[in-house]
């Protein structure tokens, strides 16, 4: 991130309609995305391992429990959205 310059994200409790939680759709990001995770830090690091191929428990993606893969899904679906996100906003600057 560059010193000084502004990020936003997407409001994830309107998707970017606007709401009383945020600002026209968008919330400013005021720290760094990681401290609001700490305590999900292990299921990230093998959210990120299953969506490479790598299965948490030994088998296949059958094997592994369905709130596991579901919640893996919408932690991989939710970076996607913001990585394009932040790649519209810098085309953008
Ligand atoms: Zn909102």
Known sequence: MKTGARYYIECPSCRGYGCSECKDGRMELTGCPQDEVKGLRQFCQLSDLFAKGVMP?????????????????????????????????????
């Open 57 to 93: 428990i030994s088998g296949g993606a059958l094997e592994q429990s369905a709130q596991f893969v579901e919640a893996s899904q919408f932690l991989q679906n939710t970076e996607d959205r913001i990585v394009r996100q932040w790649q519209a906003n810098q085309s953008a600057s």
